[in-house]
Protein backbone atom coordinates (compact mmCIF):
# COMPACT_ATOMS: atom_id res chain seq x y z
CA UNK A 1 0.00 0.00 0.00
CA UNK A 2 1.47 3.69 -0.41
CA UNK A 3 0.34 6.96 1.00
CA UNK A 4 -1.49 7.78 -2.55
CA UNK A 5 -3.73 4.53 -1.86
CA UNK A 6 -4.67 5.51 1.39
CA UNK A 7 -5.59 9.30 0.23
CA UNK A 8 -7.50 7.81 -2.36
CA UNK A 9 -9.46 5.62 -0.46
CA UNK A 10 -10.25 8.88 1.87
CA UNK A 11 -11.54 10.77 -0.78
CA UNK A 12 -13.74 7.72 -2.22
CA UNK A 13 -15.30 6.78 1.12
CA UNK A 14 -16.84 10.11 1.48
CA UNK A 15 -17.17 10.87 -2.39
CA UNK A 16 -19.99 13.43 -1.66
CA UNK A 17 -18.29 15.73 0.48
CA UNK A 18 -14.97 15.19 -1.73
CA UNK A 19 -17.43 16.35 -4.59
CA UNK A 20 -18.26 19.38 -3.00
CA UNK A 21 -15.13 20.55 -2.38
CA UNK A 22 -13.63 19.52 -5.96
CA UNK A 23 -16.74 21.45 -6.41
CA UNK A 24 -16.05 24.74 -5.04
CA UNK A 25 -12.42 24.88 -6.66
CA UNK A 26 -13.70 24.07 -10.10
CA UNK A 27 -16.23 26.89 -9.94
CA UNK A 28 -13.42 28.96 -8.68
CA UNK A 29 -11.29 27.97 -11.44
CA UNK A 30 -13.85 28.48 -13.78
CA UNK A 31 -15.03 31.70 -12.82
CA UNK A 32 -11.38 33.31 -12.58
CA UNK A 33 -10.74 31.60 -16.38
CA UNK A 34 -14.03 33.20 -17.54
CA UNK A 35 -13.55 36.33 -15.83
CA UNK A 36 -9.93 37.28 -16.77
CA UNK A 37 -10.11 35.75 -20.39
CA UNK A 38 -13.13 37.90 -21.33
CA UNK A 39 -11.50 41.33 -19.00
CA UNK A 40 -8.14 40.49 -21.14
CA UNK A 41 -9.99 40.19 -24.06
CA UNK A 42 -11.84 43.59 -23.56
CA UNK A 43 -8.47 45.38 -22.59
CA UNK A 44 -6.84 43.70 -25.93
CA UNK A 45 -9.99 45.08 -28.58
CA UNK A 46 -10.05 48.40 -27.13
CA UNK A 47 -5.97 48.63 -27.37
CA UNK A 48 -6.48 47.39 -30.65
CA UNK A 49 -9.02 50.13 -31.48
CA UNK A 50 -6.19 52.35 -30.59
CA UNK A 51 -3.09 51.38 -32.35
CA UNK A 52 -4.66 50.98 -35.97
CA UNK A 53 -2.42 52.40 -38.07
CA UNK A 54 -0.86 54.11 -35.78
CA UNK A 55 1.59 54.18 -33.23
CA UNK A 56 1.86 56.63 -31.00
CA UNK A 57 -1.21 58.20 -29.24
CA UNK A 58 -1.53 62.20 -27.45
CA UNK A 59 -4.00 62.80 -25.26
CA UNK A 60 -4.37 64.91 -21.99
CA UNK A 61 -1.94 64.68 -19.30
CA UNK A 62 -2.62 63.02 -16.19
CA UNK A 63 -6.37 61.68 -16.93
CA UNK A 64 -8.15 58.80 -15.44
CA UNK A 65 -9.73 57.76 -18.49
CA UNK A 66 -9.26 58.84 -22.39
CA UNK A 67 -13.28 59.34 -22.26
CA UNK A 68 -12.91 62.80 -20.07
CA UNK A 69 -9.50 63.46 -21.96
CA UNK A 70 -9.64 66.78 -24.23
CA UNK A 71 -7.48 67.14 -27.09
CA UNK A 72 -7.83 70.66 -29.60
CA UNK A 73 -8.46 70.60 -32.40
CA UNK A 74 -5.50 73.40 -33.52
CA UNK A 75 -3.23 70.52 -31.52
CA UNK A 76 -4.02 67.66 -34.35
CA UNK A 77 -3.35 70.08 -37.34
CA UNK A 78 -0.14 71.55 -35.38
CA UNK A 79 1.02 67.71 -34.88
CA UNK A 80 0.53 66.97 -38.50
CA UNK A 81 3.07 69.10 -39.69
CA UNK A 82 5.87 67.87 -37.26
CA UNK A 83 9.10 65.84 -38.81
CA UNK A 84 8.22 62.42 -39.00
CA UNK A 85 4.41 62.32 -38.78
CA UNK A 86 2.82 60.78 -41.37
CA UNK A 87 -0.77 61.17 -40.22
CA UNK A 88 -2.68 61.95 -37.01
CA UNK A 89 -5.88 61.37 -36.81
CA UNK A 90 -8.17 62.43 -33.96
CA UNK A 91 -10.99 60.53 -32.32
CA UNK A 92 -13.51 61.36 -30.13
CA UNK A 93 -15.05 58.60 -27.52
CA UNK A 94 -18.48 59.11 -26.26
CA UNK A 95 -21.33 56.76 -25.20
CA UNK A 96 -24.78 57.37 -26.29
CA UNK A 97 -28.08 55.08 -25.85
CA UNK A 98 -30.67 53.94 -27.92
CA UNK A 99 -34.02 52.55 -27.21
CA UNK A 100 -33.33 49.28 -25.56
CA UNK A 101 -29.90 49.69 -25.84
CA UNK A 102 -28.26 51.76 -23.14
CA UNK A 103 -24.88 51.45 -23.59
CA UNK A 104 -23.34 52.14 -27.18
CA UNK A 105 -20.07 53.31 -27.90
CA UNK A 106 -19.20 56.14 -30.49
CA UNK A 107 -16.19 56.92 -32.42
CA UNK A 108 -16.11 60.51 -33.55
CA UNK A 109 -14.12 60.43 -36.63
CA UNK A 110 -12.77 62.34 -39.63
CA UNK A 111 -14.03 60.89 -43.00
CA UNK A 112 -10.67 59.68 -44.01
CA UNK A 113 -9.63 57.97 -40.66
CA UNK A 114 -8.06 54.37 -41.17
CA UNK A 115 -10.65 52.71 -39.27
CA UNK A 116 -13.58 53.65 -41.71
CA UNK A 117 -11.13 53.29 -45.09
CA UNK A 118 -9.42 49.80 -43.64
CA UNK A 119 -13.04 48.61 -42.79
CA UNK A 120 -15.05 45.83 -44.90
CA UNK A 121 -18.15 48.20 -46.36
CA UNK A 122 -20.82 46.10 -46.18
CA UNK A 123 -23.55 48.69 -47.10
CA UNK A 124 -22.99 52.46 -48.45
CA UNK A 125 -18.79 53.64 -48.76
CA UNK A 126 -16.76 55.66 -47.29
CA UNK A 127 -17.60 58.80 -49.68
CA UNK A 128 -20.84 58.76 -48.26
CA UNK A 129 -19.39 59.88 -44.68
CA UNK A 130 -19.50 63.16 -43.94
CA UNK A 131 -22.33 65.11 -43.66
CA UNK A 132 -23.53 65.90 -40.09
CA UNK A 133 -26.59 63.46 -40.08
CA UNK A 134 -24.93 60.84 -41.39
CA UNK A 135 -23.66 57.45 -38.94
CA UNK A 136 -21.43 54.85 -40.32
CA UNK A 137 -22.85 51.82 -37.69
CA UNK A 138 -20.62 48.48 -37.45
CA UNK A 139 -21.92 44.88 -38.28
CA UNK A 140 -22.95 44.08 -35.13
CA UNK A 141 -24.73 47.45 -34.10
CA UNK A 142 -27.09 47.48 -37.12
CA UNK A 143 -27.88 44.12 -36.06
CA UNK A 144 -29.12 44.85 -32.86
CA UNK A 145 -30.44 48.03 -34.12
CA UNK A 146 -31.95 46.80 -36.29
CA UNK A 147 -31.36 48.87 -39.39
CA UNK A 148 -30.15 49.08 -42.49
CA UNK A 149 -29.16 51.60 -45.12
CA UNK A 150 -30.59 54.66 -45.01
CA UNK A 151 -32.80 54.31 -41.77
CA UNK A 152 -33.19 56.78 -38.83
CA UNK A 153 -31.95 55.75 -35.62
CA UNK A 154 -32.45 57.64 -32.36
CA UNK A 155 -29.00 58.31 -30.40
CA UNK A 156 -30.03 60.13 -27.44
CA UNK A 157 -32.30 63.52 -27.72
CA UNK A 158 -30.64 63.37 -32.08
CA UNK A 159 -31.15 60.71 -34.58
CA UNK A 160 -28.53 60.16 -37.35
CA UNK A 161 -29.46 58.51 -41.07
CA UNK A 162 -27.41 55.15 -41.13
CA UNK A 163 -24.93 56.54 -44.06
CA UNK A 164 -22.61 53.12 -44.01
CA UNK A 165 -22.72 49.33 -42.47
CA UNK A 166 -19.40 48.42 -41.85
CA UNK A 167 -17.35 44.93 -40.87
CA UNK A 168 -14.36 45.29 -38.34
CA UNK A 169 -12.25 42.52 -36.91
CA UNK A 170 -12.47 44.66 -33.64
CA UNK A 171 -15.52 43.59 -31.47
CA UNK A 172 -16.24 47.34 -29.73
CA UNK A 173 -15.88 49.18 -33.53
CA UNK A 174 -18.35 46.59 -34.52
CA UNK A 175 -20.73 47.03 -32.04
CA UNK A 176 -19.99 51.02 -32.24
CA UNK A 177 -21.46 53.97 -34.20
CA UNK A 178 -18.97 55.94 -35.99
CA UNK A 179 -19.59 59.73 -36.44
CA UNK A 180 -18.51 62.65 -38.12
CA UNK A 181 -16.04 64.13 -36.01
CA UNK A 182 -17.98 67.37 -35.98
CA UNK A 183 -21.29 66.04 -35.40
CA UNK A 184 -19.76 63.96 -32.32
CA UNK A 185 -18.24 67.17 -31.14
CA UNK A 186 -21.59 69.12 -31.15
CA UNK A 187 -23.33 65.96 -29.46
CA UNK A 188 -21.33 65.71 -26.80
CA UNK A 189 -21.11 69.20 -26.14
CA UNK A 190 -17.06 69.14 -26.95
CA UNK A 191 -16.55 72.01 -30.22
CA UNK A 192 -12.97 71.52 -30.96
CA UNK A 193 -12.11 68.72 -28.77
CA UNK A 194 -10.99 64.85 -29.45
CA UNK A 195 -10.17 62.27 -26.79
CA UNK A 196 -6.88 61.32 -28.39
CA UNK A 197 -5.01 61.50 -31.31
CA UNK A 198 -3.62 58.73 -33.02
CA UNK A 199 -0.56 59.31 -34.90
CA UNK A 200 1.48 57.30 -37.15
CA UNK A 201 5.08 57.87 -37.56
CA UNK A 202 7.31 57.75 -41.07
CA UNK A 203 9.91 55.63 -39.10
CA UNK A 204 8.93 54.59 -35.34
CA UNK A 205 12.77 55.30 -34.27
CA UNK A 206 11.15 59.08 -34.05
CA UNK A 207 8.81 58.23 -31.70
CA UNK A 208 11.10 60.03 -28.32
CA UNK A 209 12.04 62.46 -30.95
CA UNK A 210 8.14 63.02 -31.12
CA UNK A 211 7.19 62.78 -27.94
CA UNK A 212 9.53 65.21 -26.40
CA UNK A 213 8.44 67.58 -28.67
CA UNK A 214 4.99 66.74 -28.07
CA UNK A 215 5.65 67.21 -24.67
CA UNK A 216 7.53 71.24 -25.28
CA UNK A 217 5.00 71.96 -27.83
CA UNK A 218 1.87 70.99 -25.35
CA UNK A 219 2.27 70.63 -22.17
CA UNK A 220 -1.01 69.55 -20.76
CA UNK A 221 -0.93 66.67 -23.39
CA UNK A 222 1.32 63.38 -23.50
CA UNK A 223 2.60 61.10 -26.29
CA UNK A 224 2.84 57.29 -25.64
CA UNK A 225 3.69 54.70 -27.45
CA UNK A 226 0.99 52.09 -27.68
CA UNK A 227 3.20 49.33 -25.72
CA UNK A 228 3.79 52.39 -22.76
CA UNK A 229 0.49 53.04 -22.98
CA UNK A 230 -0.94 49.74 -22.71
CA UNK A 231 0.98 49.08 -19.62
CA UNK A 232 0.28 52.20 -18.20
CA UNK A 233 -3.43 52.93 -18.19
CA UNK A 234 -5.09 53.36 -15.28
CA UNK A 235 -7.91 51.48 -16.55
CA UNK A 236 -6.54 48.70 -17.66
CA UNK A 237 -5.14 47.94 -14.41
CA UNK A 238 -8.03 49.09 -13.06
CA UNK A 239 -9.82 46.40 -14.97
CA UNK A 240 -7.16 43.19 -14.77
CA UNK A 241 -7.29 44.11 -10.90
CA UNK A 242 -11.19 43.82 -11.06
CA UNK A 243 -11.05 40.32 -12.69
CA UNK A 244 -7.86 39.03 -10.70
CA UNK A 245 -10.25 40.26 -7.43
CA UNK A 246 -13.28 38.45 -8.12
CA UNK A 247 -11.97 35.33 -9.06
CA UNK A 248 -9.71 35.37 -6.02
CA UNK A 249 -13.30 35.78 -4.40
CA UNK A 250 -14.27 33.06 -6.32
CA UNK A 251 -11.25 31.28 -4.99
CA UNK A 252 -12.00 32.36 -1.43
CA UNK A 253 -15.65 30.39 -1.24
CA UNK A 254 -13.85 27.38 -2.92
CA UNK A 255 -11.21 27.37 -0.24
CA UNK A 256 -13.96 27.48 2.38
CA UNK A 257 -15.77 24.36 0.92
CA UNK A 258 -12.43 22.84 0.89
CA UNK A 259 -11.48 23.70 4.83
CA UNK A 260 -15.21 22.85 5.72
CA UNK A 261 -14.38 19.21 4.15
CA UNK A 262 -11.22 18.92 5.37
CA UNK A 263 -12.19 19.34 8.68
CA UNK A 264 -15.80 17.29 8.27
CA UNK A 265 -13.32 14.73 7.21
CA UNK A 266 -10.84 15.21 10.05
CA UNK A 267 -13.59 14.69 12.62
CA UNK A 268 -15.02 11.79 11.52
CA UNK A 269 -11.92 10.21 11.17
CA UNK A 270 -10.73 11.12 15.04
CA UNK A 271 -10.03 7.30 16.03
CA UNK A 272 -8.93 6.31 12.22
CA UNK A 273 -5.87 9.48 12.58
CA UNK A 274 -5.10 8.02 16.17
CA UNK A 275 -5.14 3.89 15.37
CA UNK A 276 -2.66 6.09 12.52
CA UNK A 277 -0.06 7.38 15.27
CA UNK A 278 -0.19 3.95 17.02
CA UNK A 279 0.44 2.46 13.88
CA UNK A 280 3.77 4.80 14.16
CA UNK A 281 2.72 7.77 11.54
CA UNK A 282 4.40 10.87 13.30
CA UNK A 283 2.53 14.14 12.91
CA UNK A 284 4.00 15.34 10.13
CA UNK A 285 2.89 12.03 8.40
CA UNK A 286 -0.62 12.68 9.25
CA UNK A 287 -0.26 16.15 7.78
CA UNK A 288 1.01 15.08 5.19
CA UNK A 289 -2.23 13.41 4.81
CA UNK A 290 -4.73 15.72 4.91
CA UNK A 291 -3.09 18.34 2.84
CA UNK A 292 -2.70 15.80 -0.03
CA UNK A 293 -6.28 14.88 0.47
CA UNK A 294 -6.74 18.59 -0.04
CA UNK A 295 -4.00 19.12 -3.08
CA UNK A 296 -5.98 16.34 -4.65
CA UNK A 297 -8.69 18.08 -4.85
CA UNK A 298 -7.26 20.63 -6.21
CA UNK A 299 -6.51 19.36 -8.77
CA UNK A 300 -9.65 17.42 -9.52
CA UNK A 301 -11.04 21.12 -9.19
CA UNK A 302 -8.52 22.50 -11.30
CA UNK A 303 -8.81 20.27 -14.29
CA UNK A 304 -12.98 20.28 -14.17
CA UNK A 305 -12.86 24.17 -13.63
CA UNK A 306 -10.76 24.92 -16.83
CA UNK A 307 -13.26 22.74 -18.75
CA UNK A 308 -16.13 24.24 -17.97
CA UNK A 309 -14.42 27.84 -18.00
CA UNK A 310 -13.29 26.90 -21.50
CA UNK A 311 -16.79 25.55 -22.29
CA UNK A 312 -18.47 28.60 -20.56
CA UNK A 313 -15.88 30.80 -23.07
CA UNK A 314 -16.76 29.29 -26.05
CA UNK A 315 -20.46 29.14 -25.73
CA UNK A 316 -20.40 32.85 -25.05
CA UNK A 317 -18.34 33.52 -28.49
CA UNK A 318 -20.90 31.55 -29.80
CA UNK A 319 -23.72 33.28 -29.62
CA UNK A 320 -24.44 35.60 -32.04
CA UNK A 321 -25.35 38.58 -30.34
CA UNK A 322 -21.97 38.85 -28.58
CA UNK A 323 -19.58 37.67 -31.78
CA UNK A 324 -16.65 39.65 -32.12
CA UNK A 325 -17.65 41.69 -28.84
CA UNK A 326 -16.62 39.02 -26.45
CA UNK A 327 -12.87 37.70 -27.39
CA UNK A 328 -11.82 35.30 -24.88
CA UNK A 329 -7.59 35.77 -24.40
CA UNK A 330 -6.64 32.67 -22.15
CA UNK A 331 -2.68 33.51 -21.41
CA UNK A 332 -0.37 31.26 -19.87
CA UNK A 333 0.12 33.21 -17.34
CA UNK A 334 -3.71 33.09 -16.21
CA UNK A 335 -3.85 29.44 -16.22
CA UNK A 336 -0.81 29.21 -14.20
CA UNK A 337 -1.80 31.97 -11.48
CA UNK A 338 -5.73 30.06 -11.80
CA UNK A 339 -3.96 26.77 -10.92
CA UNK A 340 -1.52 28.83 -8.78
CA UNK A 341 -4.27 29.84 -6.61
CA UNK A 342 -6.01 26.73 -6.68
CA UNK A 343 -3.54 24.58 -4.95
CA UNK A 344 -2.57 27.94 -2.84
CA UNK A 345 -6.23 27.90 -1.80
CA UNK A 346 -6.34 24.32 -1.23
CA UNK A 347 -3.36 24.16 0.80
CA UNK A 348 -4.73 27.31 2.94
CA UNK A 349 -7.80 25.33 3.41
CA UNK A 350 -6.06 22.23 4.58
CA UNK A 351 -3.81 24.13 6.88
CA UNK A 352 -6.93 23.98 9.95
CA UNK A 353 -7.61 20.83 9.58
CA UNK A 354 -4.10 19.33 9.06
CA UNK A 355 -3.23 21.23 12.22
CA UNK A 356 -5.91 19.88 14.09
CA UNK A 357 -5.44 16.04 12.90
CA UNK A 358 -1.75 16.50 14.36
CA UNK A 359 -3.16 17.44 18.00
CA UNK A 360 -5.25 14.43 18.20
CA UNK A 361 -4.47 12.41 21.18
CA UNK A 362 -4.65 9.08 20.53
CA UNK A 363 -4.93 7.46 23.76
CA UNK A 364 -7.97 10.12 24.27
CA UNK A 365 -9.28 9.32 20.87
CA UNK A 366 -8.85 5.39 21.85
CA UNK A 367 -9.65 5.65 25.43
CA UNK A 368 -13.84 5.02 25.27
CA UNK A 369 -14.48 1.57 22.51
CA UNK B 1 25.29 -2.20 26.29
CA UNK B 2 23.62 0.97 26.94
CA UNK B 3 20.38 2.24 25.56
CA UNK B 4 21.35 3.01 21.69
CA UNK B 5 22.83 -0.41 21.43
CA UNK B 6 19.86 -2.33 23.15
CA UNK B 7 17.92 -0.98 20.34
CA UNK B 8 20.19 -0.95 17.70
CA UNK B 9 20.41 -5.01 18.17
CA UNK B 10 16.40 -5.59 17.51
CA UNK B 11 15.94 -7.28 13.40
CA UNK B 12 19.69 -9.23 13.45
CA UNK B 13 19.67 -12.71 14.10
CA UNK B 14 20.38 -12.63 17.96
CA UNK B 15 17.41 -13.59 19.52
CA UNK B 16 15.71 -10.63 21.84
CA UNK B 17 15.71 -12.22 24.51
CA UNK B 18 19.09 -11.92 24.63
CA UNK B 19 18.93 -8.14 25.08
CA UNK B 20 20.29 -7.23 28.62
CA UNK B 21 17.94 -4.49 29.32
CA UNK B 22 14.22 -5.13 29.98
CA UNK B 23 12.04 -4.59 27.23
CA UNK B 24 9.62 -2.79 29.27
CA UNK B 25 10.21 -0.73 32.56
CA UNK B 26 7.80 1.07 34.43
CA UNK B 27 8.94 3.19 37.74
CA UNK B 28 6.98 4.81 40.12
CA UNK B 29 4.70 6.00 37.66
CA UNK B 30 1.37 8.43 38.66
CA UNK B 31 -1.36 9.49 36.12
CA UNK B 32 -4.62 11.20 37.02
CA UNK B 33 -7.36 12.64 34.87
CA UNK B 34 -9.67 15.32 35.18
CA UNK B 35 -7.06 17.87 36.53
CA UNK B 36 -6.03 15.77 38.86
CA UNK B 37 -9.66 14.53 40.40
CA UNK B 38 -9.54 11.10 39.01
CA UNK B 39 -6.27 9.05 40.01
CA UNK B 40 -5.54 6.14 37.95
CA UNK B 41 -2.62 5.33 38.31
CA UNK B 42 -0.36 5.94 42.00
CA UNK B 43 3.21 4.60 41.92
CA UNK B 44 2.89 1.99 39.26
CA UNK B 45 6.46 -0.16 38.79
CA UNK B 46 6.88 -3.21 36.27
CA UNK B 47 9.46 -4.62 34.39
CA UNK B 48 8.79 -6.87 31.65
CA UNK B 49 11.61 -9.00 30.21
CA UNK B 50 12.30 -9.47 26.58
CA UNK B 51 10.33 -12.30 25.46
CA UNK B 52 8.49 -12.63 28.64
CA UNK B 53 5.02 -12.71 28.51
CA UNK B 54 3.06 -10.37 31.32
CA UNK B 55 -0.46 -10.39 31.80
CA UNK B 56 -2.08 -6.99 33.88
CA UNK B 57 -4.79 -8.65 35.23
CA UNK B 58 -7.56 -6.72 37.06
CA UNK B 59 -11.21 -5.34 36.95
CA UNK B 60 -11.96 -2.40 34.37
CA UNK B 61 -11.42 0.90 35.05
CA UNK B 62 -8.48 -0.25 37.17
CA UNK B 63 -5.81 1.45 35.06
CA UNK B 64 -4.34 -2.13 33.04
CA UNK B 65 -5.43 0.64 29.63
CA UNK B 66 -4.19 3.91 30.75
CA UNK B 67 -0.63 1.86 31.83
CA UNK B 68 -0.62 0.39 28.37
CA UNK B 69 -0.86 3.56 26.23
CA UNK B 70 1.84 5.50 28.71
CA UNK B 71 4.07 1.77 27.66
CA UNK B 72 3.14 2.85 24.14
CA UNK B 73 3.50 6.68 24.00
CA UNK B 74 0.33 7.67 23.31
CA UNK B 75 -0.01 9.51 26.68
CA UNK B 76 2.65 11.56 29.65
CA UNK B 77 2.86 10.00 32.54
CA UNK B 78 2.29 12.75 35.42
CA UNK B 79 5.17 11.31 37.62
CA UNK B 80 7.78 8.41 37.00
CA UNK B 81 9.60 6.87 34.74
CA UNK B 82 9.25 4.89 31.62
CA UNK B 83 11.90 3.16 29.60
CA UNK B 84 11.08 0.89 26.99
CA UNK B 85 14.11 -1.25 25.42
CA UNK B 86 16.14 0.63 27.96
CA UNK B 87 15.18 4.20 26.08
CA UNK B 88 12.92 6.75 27.93
CA UNK B 89 9.89 8.07 26.20
CA UNK B 90 11.40 11.70 26.01
CA UNK B 91 10.68 13.27 23.20
CA UNK B 92 7.54 12.92 20.56
CA UNK B 93 10.28 11.78 18.24
CA UNK B 94 11.35 8.99 20.35
CA UNK B 95 7.87 7.73 21.41
CA UNK B 96 7.03 7.82 17.20
CA UNK B 97 10.18 6.03 16.47
CA UNK B 98 9.48 3.64 19.04
CA UNK B 99 5.89 2.64 17.89
CA UNK B 100 7.24 3.03 14.13
CA UNK B 101 9.89 0.11 14.81
CA UNK B 102 9.62 -1.50 18.67
CA UNK B 103 5.92 -1.62 19.51
CA UNK B 104 3.40 -3.17 18.07
CA UNK B 105 -0.82 -2.78 19.55
CA UNK B 106 -3.30 -4.99 19.76
CA UNK B 107 -7.08 -3.46 21.05
CA UNK B 108 -10.14 -4.85 21.89
CA UNK B 109 -12.20 -3.35 19.02
CA UNK B 110 -9.61 -4.31 16.35
CA UNK B 111 -9.24 -0.41 15.35
CA UNK B 112 -8.84 -1.33 11.42
CA UNK B 113 -9.13 1.41 8.94
CA UNK B 114 -12.84 1.12 7.04
CA UNK B 115 -12.69 0.74 3.28
CA UNK B 116 -9.35 -0.81 2.96
CA UNK B 117 -8.59 -4.57 2.73
CA UNK B 118 -7.22 -7.16 4.65
CA UNK B 119 -3.64 -6.39 3.11
CA UNK B 120 -3.72 -2.50 3.21
CA UNK B 121 -4.61 -2.65 7.20
CA UNK B 122 -1.89 -4.67 7.93
CA UNK B 123 0.61 -2.95 5.88
CA UNK B 124 -0.18 0.67 7.15
CA UNK B 125 3.00 -0.10 9.80
CA UNK B 126 5.21 -0.77 7.40
CA UNK B 127 3.96 2.58 5.13
CA UNK B 128 4.64 4.71 8.56
CA UNK B 129 8.04 3.20 8.61
CA UNK B 130 8.50 3.43 5.36
CA UNK B 131 9.84 -0.09 4.10
CA UNK B 132 10.07 -1.23 1.10
CA UNK B 133 7.05 -2.78 -1.09
CA UNK B 134 8.31 -6.22 -1.82
CA UNK B 135 9.65 -6.70 1.75
CA UNK B 136 6.05 -5.55 3.07
CA UNK B 137 4.04 -8.00 0.66
CA UNK B 138 6.17 -10.71 2.12
CA UNK B 139 5.26 -9.73 5.39
CA UNK B 140 1.45 -9.93 4.97
CA UNK B 141 1.55 -12.97 3.31
CA UNK B 142 3.88 -14.60 5.82
CA UNK B 143 1.53 -13.23 8.87
CA UNK B 144 -1.91 -14.15 6.85
CA UNK B 145 -0.88 -17.77 6.56
CA UNK B 146 0.03 -17.33 10.05
CA UNK B 147 -3.29 -16.40 11.65
CA UNK B 148 -5.60 -18.30 9.01
CA UNK B 149 -6.60 -15.14 6.76
CA UNK B 150 -4.88 -15.34 3.76
CA UNK B 151 -7.65 -16.17 1.58
CA UNK B 152 -8.89 -13.01 2.93
CA UNK B 153 -6.18 -10.77 1.73
CA UNK B 154 -7.77 -8.79 -0.85
CA UNK B 155 -11.40 -8.09 1.18
CA UNK B 156 -12.22 -5.06 2.50
CA UNK B 157 -12.48 -5.44 6.50
CA UNK B 158 -15.91 -4.34 7.13
CA UNK B 159 -17.11 -8.05 5.57
CA UNK B 160 -14.79 -9.85 7.79
CA UNK B 161 -16.27 -11.20 11.06
CA UNK B 162 -15.44 -10.16 14.27
CA UNK B 163 -12.58 -12.91 14.76
CA UNK B 164 -11.04 -12.23 11.74
CA UNK B 165 -11.16 -8.77 12.15
CA UNK B 166 -9.06 -9.43 15.33
CA UNK B 167 -6.53 -11.51 13.31
CA UNK B 168 -5.92 -8.93 11.07
CA UNK B 169 -5.26 -6.27 14.06
CA UNK B 170 -2.79 -9.13 15.27
CA UNK B 171 -0.90 -8.81 11.69
CA UNK B 172 -0.86 -5.54 11.63
CA UNK B 173 0.63 -5.34 15.15
CA UNK B 174 3.30 -7.77 14.41
CA UNK B 175 4.19 -6.34 10.64
CA UNK B 176 7.43 -4.17 11.88
CA UNK B 177 8.35 -7.30 13.48
CA UNK B 178 8.15 -4.98 17.10
CA UNK B 179 10.17 -6.03 20.15
CA UNK B 180 6.90 -5.67 22.37
CA UNK B 181 3.68 -6.56 22.15
CA UNK B 182 1.16 -4.19 23.90
CA UNK B 183 -2.71 -5.45 23.72
CA UNK B 184 -5.64 -4.16 25.81
CA UNK B 185 -8.26 -7.09 26.11
CA UNK B 186 -7.75 -8.20 23.18
CA UNK B 187 -10.26 -10.75 23.20
CA UNK B 188 -12.97 -8.69 25.07
CA UNK B 189 -14.99 -8.28 22.04
CA UNK B 190 -15.12 -11.58 21.07
CA UNK B 191 -17.17 -15.10 22.10
CA UNK B 192 -15.40 -17.34 24.33
CA UNK B 193 -14.54 -19.98 21.31
CA UNK B 194 -12.90 -17.19 19.36
CA UNK B 195 -11.57 -15.54 22.00
CA UNK B 196 -9.71 -18.67 22.98
CA UNK B 197 -8.40 -19.23 19.26
CA UNK B 198 -7.15 -15.57 19.44
CA UNK B 199 -5.66 -15.21 22.19
CA UNK B 200 -3.53 -19.10 21.29
CA UNK B 201 -2.82 -17.34 18.26
CA UNK B 202 -1.63 -14.06 19.96
CA UNK B 203 0.36 -15.76 22.24
CA UNK B 204 1.83 -18.23 19.86
CA UNK B 205 2.55 -15.55 17.12
CA UNK B 206 4.52 -13.20 20.03
CA UNK B 207 6.42 -16.20 20.88
CA UNK B 208 7.48 -17.27 17.59
CA UNK B 209 8.23 -13.80 17.28
CA UNK B 210 10.60 -13.40 20.11
CA UNK B 211 8.81 -10.03 21.12
CA UNK B 212 7.31 -9.32 24.77
CA UNK B 213 4.07 -9.21 25.54
CA UNK B 214 2.01 -7.18 27.89
CA UNK B 215 -1.66 -7.95 27.77
CA UNK B 216 -4.20 -6.27 29.58
CA UNK B 217 -7.07 -8.44 30.77
CA UNK B 218 -9.97 -9.45 32.71
CA UNK B 219 -10.09 -12.59 32.35
CA UNK B 220 -7.81 -15.17 34.50
CA UNK B 221 -7.57 -18.03 32.31
CA UNK B 222 -5.74 -15.83 29.68
CA UNK B 223 -4.29 -14.46 32.76
CA UNK B 224 -2.49 -17.74 33.27
CA UNK B 225 -1.62 -18.56 30.42
CA UNK B 226 1.20 -15.75 30.26
CA UNK B 227 4.70 -16.30 31.97
CA UNK B 228 3.70 -13.88 35.02
CA UNK B 229 0.64 -12.15 36.18
CA UNK B 230 0.19 -8.55 37.66
CA UNK B 231 -2.37 -7.76 39.68
CA UNK B 232 -3.38 -3.83 38.60
CA UNK B 233 -6.36 -2.73 41.66
CA UNK B 234 -6.55 0.82 43.69
CA UNK B 235 -3.56 2.33 41.35
CA UNK B 236 -0.50 0.05 42.55
CA UNK B 237 0.96 -3.01 39.89
CA UNK B 238 1.25 -6.15 42.32
CA UNK B 239 2.80 -9.58 41.48
CA UNK B 240 -0.22 -11.88 42.37
Redesign the interface.
Known sequence: ???S??IR?NL??HWVRTGIGVAGIAFGCAAMLTILSIVLGAIGMFERILDTDSQVLVFERDVSDLFFSSVPGAAAVEIRTLPGVAAANPVLFGIVSAPDHPIITTFGVEHDNPRLTGATWIAGSAAAFGPADGAVLGERAAAFLKVTLGDSIPLGHSSFRVAGIVRTANGFEDGGVFLPLAAAQEFFHREGLSSIIAVKLTDTAGATTFKAEVARRFPKLIALENREFAQGYSQFRILKLTGWAVGICAFLLGGLGVANTMLMSVFTRI??IA?????????P?VARIIVTEALAMAVAGCALGLALGFGVLLAIQQVPQLHGYVQAVVSPLVLAGIVGTALLTALAGALYPALYATRI????A??Y? | MNDRSALSSRGGTAPRSALSVPAVEVTGVWKAFDSGRISVLEGADVTVAPGEMVALWGPSGSGKSTLLHLVGGLDRADRGEIRVLGQPLASEADRVRLRRRHLGFVFQLHNLIPDLTVAENCAVPALAAGRPAAETRARIDELTEAVGIAHRRGHRVQDLSGGERQRVAICRALMNKPDVILADEPTGSLDEETANKVFELIRDLVRREGAALLVATHERRFAEACDRILRVAKGRVLPL
Request: with cysteine; glycine share 4%; aromatic share 8%.
Open positions: MTFALVRRREVLRVCGFSKQEPAELRE
